[in-house]
């Protein structure tokens, strides 16, 4: 840890060493020259501050000799509630054809006024740009503050800018010739149009998995994410420009906003994952607390009680609370093996690097550069795909769950209708196969319920002992198994006697061959610890839905048909007989 914090130090110091690089003495004209389609305006810019924000144009001239360079970083000075004068000398080539666009890359500043002045003084152009300015009424309807300038080759002109913002005055000023600017100008939206896109699926997926499996963390996902979709499209001018065009409030209001419901989120998205980690009670109320702490805030931010700068003092200190308490949970994971510890590790890294060069950038500490602007949404972005990975985890876990909560629940149900002795169904697993069976049947789709006792197996008992019992109740289930089809089935009600479903019989008479089968079964002895026994079987049927078209009415038919050809067997010992009428009876032996 220590070594990973020593390297960050060295990082920062170069990035602040590259910022006071851009900081040096006034330099001269800025030469505007066809042959480099980007001039970065920061190292001929100076600076007035206007503490009372009503200095004029004449009034910043007039104070010319106490214009100073930036002490700041390049492209930055830092958070400031006063407005600022900044001005660019500019000398455009003889060989140029005048054609520049002015542009300031910064979508979220509030009011710029734009003046350019010839060598004597003269006024040539004005314009007013800002994020409030109505989109239609800006001189181009570009993402950010962009305006063109008529310039003659070969002059010299003063451009003095008038910023006032909210937030951070960053201004990466440039000077672009119009095809660079609108090369630049398409890959940051073809970037945007990306990341927000990426974004905006996960958000849905996150929604729609929600509605399917009802996890929490879902909802939590899609605040955290959605949070930071919003800050990036207000902060870099795709909500202005595409969304609510010349909405004041929202442009004022919404990249804090969004800011807030990011930060709430993470807070309830790392208390979920990590809660039972952590062996203090009061992670979970602080977690919660944190996240309910900055809606509090957003809706003072919201009613205008307090302001930006309030909002950005919360959200750089609560803001990185959800990473420093969740962290020894984390950690605790990680030396247990479990992934999700080095995926929370390695996203708070990412967090703190590109939190703390934006934030070094907001504070004027590091210049504004396409990477430094750039650094938080990169930042949002890892850790957005390594939480979807943390997120997928959990789904895994819950799907995991609902698999065992499932199996034990089949296996309970199983068990509850499973006879233990020879694994066939009991009672209550006949009953469930006869609701399923007695809706299909039909005149020429007969289903027949078999009742089969064993001939003699009480005396067996009796005599061997009911281990012996138990193994020849066993064979005989399955001896009846295997004499008949897959599609039969097989059950035990207790004691020696069983049921056989035969479904999709055509005809009386299959279902006699059938009774005759199931008997004939039990031609060869059953061995039970290594002895033959031989013992013979009577069996009763009825038919559906001839006799009845509910369970216990067949029972109680294929009981009474059983029971009558036993009577049966008892007068004609030793020979078979078959019993007509409405209960069919199979050979019985003795």
């Not at 919360?314 to 247990?336: D, H, K, S």
């Not at 007695?438 to 002992?465: E, I, M």
Request: net charge neutral; aromatic share 8%; proline share 4%.
């Amino acid at each position: 840890m220590r070594r990973l914090v020593e390297t960050w130090l060295v990082l920062l110091a170069l990035v602040l060493a590259a910022g006071a690089a851009h900081a040096g003495p006034a330099a001269t004209p800025l030469l505007l020259d066809d042959r480099n389609e980007r001039v970065h305006a920061w190292p001929a810019v100076t600076t007035l501050s206007d503490a009372s924000k009503a200095l004029t144009l004449e009034g910043a001239i007039a104070a010319r000799d106490a214009l100073t360079r930036p002490s700041t970083a390049a492209a930055t000075l830092g958070l400031r509630r006063d407005a600022v004068w900044v001005h660019v000398p500019i000398a455009v080539s003889p060989e140029s054809d005048g054609h520049w666009l002015l542009d300031i890359n910064y979508a979220v500043l509030n009011r710029i006024d734009v003046h350019l002045l010839d060598a004597q003084g003269a006024p040539v152009q004005q314009a007013r740009l800002g994020n409030l300015q109505p989109l239609a009424e800006r001189p181009l309807p570009s993402r950010a503050h962009t305006v063109e300038l008529a310039l003659s080759p070969g002059a010299r002109y003063e451009l003095w800018l008038r910023v006032e913002t909210l937030g951070a005055m960053i201004l990466p000023i440039s000077f672009n010739k119009p095809s660079a600017f609108l090369s630049r100008a398409l890959a940051e939206q073809m970037l945007q149009g990306l990341l927000a896109g990426m974004g905006l699926c996960l958000v849905c997926y996150s929604l729609l998995q929600w509605f399917s499996v009802r996890e929490s963390l879902l909802i939590k996902y899609a605040l955290l994410i959605g949070g930071g979709i919003l800050f990036s499209v207000v902060q870099f001018g795709i909500g202005a420009q595409y969304l609510w065009p010349g909405n004041r409030w929202l442009e004022t209001h919404l990249a804090a906003l969004s800011a807030l419901t990011a930060a709430a989120g993470t807070f309830l998205f790392v208390e979920d994952v990590l809660r039972g980690t952590e062996r203090h009670r009061w992670f979970s109320p602080v977690m919660k607390g944190g996240a309910a702490l900055l809606g509090a805030v957003g809706l003072a931010y919201a009613l205008d009680v307090i302001d930006v700068h309030a909002v950005s003092a919360v959200i750089g200190t609560v803001g990185l609370a959800p990473a420093l308490m969740g962290l020894p949970g984390a950690v605790q994971r990680a030396r247990r093996g479990e992934s999700v510890g080095w995926y929370f590790i390695v996203a708070w890294i990412g967090y703190f690097i590109t939190t703390a060069v934006m934030v070094a950038v907001i504070r004027g500490r590091a210049p504004a550069t396409f990477w430094t602007l750039h650094s938080f949404q990169f930042g949002a972005t890892l850790d957005m795909l390594i939480f979807l990975r943390v997120l997928a985890l959990r789904l895994y876990a819950v799907h995991d769950q609902a698999l065992l909560r499932a199996t034990e629940r089949d296996q309970a149900l199983s068990l509850a209708q499973t006879d233990a002795l020879t694994g066939l169904p009991n009672r209550r697993g006949l009953h469930a196969a006869l609701e399923r069976y007695l809706p299909q049947c039909g005149p020429t789709q007969l289903l027949a319920v078999y009742l089969l006792d064993l001939n003699g197996f009480k005396q067996v008992n009796d005599r061997h002992g009911h281990e012996t019992g138990d193994h020849l109740l066993v064979a005989a289930g399955e001896r009846l198994r295997n004499s008949l089809r897959t599609s039969d089935m097989v059950a035990r009600l207790g004691g020696d006697e069983f049921v056989v479903l035969a479904m999709g019989l055509h005809s009386d008479e299959r279902a006699r061959d059938l009774a005759a089968q199931l008997t004939q079964a039990f031609d060869e002895p059953l061995v039970a610890l290594g002895l033959p026994y031989r013992l013979g079987a009577t069996v009763g049927h009825a038919l559906a839905p001839r006799d009845g078209t509910d369970a216990d009415t067949l029972l109680r038919c294929a009981d009474a048909a059983m029971y009558a050809g036993k009577s049966r067997s008892r007068e004609v010992v030793g020979e078979s007989t078959t019993q007509g009428g409405s209960f069919d009876t199979a050979p019985a032996r003795l």
